[in-house]
């Protein structure tokens, strides 16, 4: 079975610290995906990334990065220089590409952070 | 560019009352997802559908639950009859992603349904 593991509830910065959210995930496929998403107070849930087993590459976006490593089964995310909008709840998910499995998402059970001024 | 409609917004109902949860997909869509969001759960997948048909229901909690989708662009879940720990709130997703998974495109969220069983 997967599972995802986000073990930081919650976490407060002052406004531009980094900030790391780490996750861990478990799965016997060797074919899956990894995703993030944010939600912010308002409720949505809003993409930010998604990334399969067979790319480690560390990815970029702005003030935010991702570090993937399938040796240790984690994936996590670092905001650079934190802003009290990136206040949110985060999830990270996992999703096994196989018959029946569609894109069917397992979430971890969030971290929410706080950036305070 | 419309994203996913959900509606109500918000619902507060008494227990033992029928309620009706509805979602309009992303046009070309061909996954739909309900997911249940609580404090003490998380969220949760309830149901999945690709091309209409219901993929995987083992989220599914109980027989008070049940969820349909009759065409590409609407589908409902309903809880007969509702009970105070159905509160919480509803997520409807939709995705270009196949049966067998091979493109895993990123689900689409709608604002979701808060709900509240008195």
């Known amino acids: 079975a997967q599972k995802v593991t986000q073990a930081q509830t919650e976490i407060s910065v002052v406004e531009k610290e980094d900030v790391t959210l780490d996750c861990v995930y478990e799965?016997?496929?060797?074919?899956?995906?990894l995703f993030w998403y944010k939600q912010p107070p308002s409720g949505e849930l809003v993409f930010l990334i998604r990334r399969n087993s067979f790319d480690e590459q560390n990815e970029i976006s702005g003030r935010y990065s991702w570090n993937f490593q399938k040796s240790t089964s984690s994936f996590n995310f670092t905001i650079t220089a934190s802003q009290v909008v990136d206040s949110a709840v985060y999830f990270c998910?996992?999703?096994?590409?196989?018959?029946?499995?569609?894109?069917?998402?397992?979430f971890g059970t969030g971290t929410q952070l706080k950036v305070e001024l | 560019d419309a994203g996913v409609i959900q509606s109500p917004r918000h619902e507060v109902t008494e227990m033992g009352q029928e309620v009706t949860l509805r979602c309009k997909p992303i046009?070309?869509?061909?996954?739909l997802f309900w997911y249940r969001q609580t404090m003490m759960r998380g969220l949760e997948l309830l149901i999945y559908f690709n091309n209409n048909v219901p993929i995987d229901d083992s989220g599914m909690p109980e027989d008070r639950f049940s969820a349909k989708m009759p065409n590409a662009s609407f589908s409902t879940l309903k809880i007969q009859p509702s009970e105070p720990r159905d509160s919480a709130v509803y997520f409807c997703?939709?995705?270009?992603?196949?049966?067998?998974?091979?493109?895993?495109?990123?689900?689409?969220f709608g604002s979701g349904t808060q709900l509240s069983v008195l």
């Open positions: 998910a996992l999703s096994e590409a196989r018959r029946g499995g569609g894109n069917k998402l397992t």
């Open positions: 046009s070309g869509h061909n996954s």
């Open positions: 799965t016997r496929d060797t074919t899956y995906y």
């Open positions: 997703a939709s995705s270009q992603g196949t049966e067998y998974g091979e493109k895993n495109e990123k689900l689409f």
